[in-house]
């Protein structure tokens, strides 16, 4: 069987920003656990496809924009020889080393019901320790709590968090499985904060079975008189393309400085972002503008895997935001999202402050306003491969991670 490897070659020295990502990907035979396999492209794509809870960090794509990081991807079959379950894996070398730390960002795509997922979870882990895998951390897909717009909008105050207030639903198969990986020394990113690579809490606006009317008529009375306010004014929405990069690049570095944010990515990070996307699948990313007396005073990104589709990243002008654009721009992505089929639209991470004298309360605020709700996942999961040389580089990793 030809995967791919991860070779202990002259690059393992290299620092993380100059790694030659390309000179760390080989092919060759290498023993595997009975079921775990590597995949083609084909094929990984032929069994996502069949998947309504994926994420679009688990397409083949998104491994060609962490330009850093060397990627293979994975199956694994359990009795009746079927796969059964598929993972992306991204690989980053520890500087001066020949090790790796492995990452399955909002994967593997697994079945997490599984009460015996050691069957899959530890040839997987036997898989990345004969890659060179020094430490793993994984995204495991179901829902931890949830909590509906209404409650959290009653709840706020001085130094409440989401987590004081009582769940709205709690999922019983996230509890199940957090127990499960503490049992199994598993630990969970970033403690009860929103630590996490990928946000820890976000907020979704179910679809399924509803019509624009009845998402209307959830949004509160100061959203829907912003959207009118933007039609009034005149705001069009329209779709860019690869070309309006640089403006929504633009409209992002003042987002960042009006907000106290800063998301450290480069324009090219973005177009290679659009570019492989899209190469994937034409309109899996679309650049959404907001335009108002021939100026585009907002931009956002949408991503769309199956049924679902997401609100990635938003930015807008610091001057006419009395017009609203940005409130105009989001329904009308909401709108195109239910069209596309999408059963979920995922507004992507809130902090957890309810206290609305703390600066990103605001972000919060502004999409409970929708009427969704506010999810917490199961967040990041990590655990070492274990042995003594392992178990020191996950320290360094750590300490590294928390300088940074």
Known sequence: MSILCIPDGPTAGRTWEATDVSALLVTGDRDQDAGVRGLSTAEYRAFLAGRADVSFLQCPSWSEVKDQWVSERVGWSLDNGELAGVAQILYRQFPGTRKYFA???EGPVADWSDPEMDRW?????RHLRRAGAFAVRIGPAPAYRRWDAARLKAATGPGRRIGDILATEVDPLGSAVAERLRTRGWKRCGGDDD???QPRHVFRLPLAGRTDAELWAGFNQEWRRNVRTARKAGVRIVVGGAADLPEFYRLLRITEERDGFRLGRS?????RQYAALNAEQPGRMRLCL????????????MI?????????????????????????LQWQMIQDARALGAEVYDMRGVPSTLDPQDRPFGLLRWKLGTGGQVV?????????????TNNALYRAFQAYLARR
């Open 121 to 125: 979870l530890d040839p997987l882990l």
């Open 267 to 271: 324009l090219a990070y973005y177009e």
């Open 103 to 105: 990452y399955l960002p």
């Open 376 to 388: 917490e996942t199961l967040g990041e999961w990590e655990t070492s491969m274990g042995g003594t």
């Open 290 to 301: 907001a335009v108002h007396q021939g100026e585009v005073l907002a931009a956002h990104t």
């Open 195 to 197: 630590g996490d690579a």
């Open 304 to 328: 769309t895997v199956g049924r679902r589709v997401w609100y990635q990243t938003g930015a807008s002008a610091d001057h006419r935001r009395e017009v609203r654009p940005s409130n105009a």
